[in-house]
T-cell receptor, first 112, second 113 residues
């Protein structure tokens, strides 16, 4: 069964606008971590934001925030005030046990 | 220590040859992971080390693949008798204990011709 599902293969956003990238996850473990990574065309995976399953508040890191809805098992990434440099692949991931499970990614293109 | 380092960055090899990749994790991290990523896909788990112990290995990993982390520091991933289907980006990551983020290296892109 798929642990992480990202249903948006590609997204477009106007520069300076906000965008939401969807992610749902599946686990029966009460303790887990959720992550978002950015992968530009250079190939490196850049950590963006983390949400623990017991965290009461949504995580925020600068222009990134994670909309964590535990009952719905969703962990959407919100990028505010999009910049041209935000154009990249975005991967949602879950740490469950000893592994990180990744989704198939969403390609974000920021339009000037 | 500026991050996870992987060498080489690119490797082109002929089918049937053996290749070895190296990963130097962030020095204080005791956990090390190898992932494989093919075009258009997310990273796929290969194996996991805690210190020098290889604690988990993907069932998808054929016996042509072997990984070591001899002193709990750097790690090597060897692929024997390479096949064209092994062409991919091989990513190494490290993390500390707990539900913390993993930091990735820049990867080794393998092309088998």
């Amino acid at each position: 069964a798929q642990k992480i599902t990202q249903t948006q293969p590609g997204m477009f956003v106007q520069e300076k606008e906000a965008v939401t990238l969807d992610c749902t996850y599946d686990t029966s473990d009460p303790s887990y971590g959720l992550f978002w990574y950015k992968q530009p065309s250079s190939g490196e995976m850049i950590f963006l934001i983390y949400q623990g399953s017991y965290d009461q508040q949504n995580a925020t890191e600068g222009r990134y925030s994670l909309n964590f809805q535990k009952a719905r098992k969703s962990a959407n990434l919100v990028i505010s005030a999009s910049q041209l440099g935000d154009s990249a692949m975005y991967f949602c991931a879950m740490r469950d046990g000893n592994q990180f499970y990744f989704g198939t990614g969403t390609s974000l293109t920021v339009i000037p | 220590d500026t991050g996870v380092s992987q060498n080489p960055r690119h490797k082109i090899t002929k089918r049937g040859q053996n290749v070895t990749f190296r990963c130097d994790p962030i020095s204080e991290h005791n956990r090390l992971y190898w992932y494989r990523q093919t075009l258009g896909q997310g990273p796929e788990f290969l194996t996991y080390f805690q210190n020098e112990a290889q604690l988990e290995k993907s069932r998808l990993l054929s016996d042509r693949f072997s990984a070591e982390r001899p002193k709990g520091s750097f790690s090597t991933l060897e692929i024997q008798r390479t096949e064209q289907g092994d062409s991919a980006m091989y990513l190494c990551a490290s993390s500390s204990t707990g539900y913390t983020e993993a930091f990735f290296g820049q990867g080794t892109r393998l092309t088998v011709v």
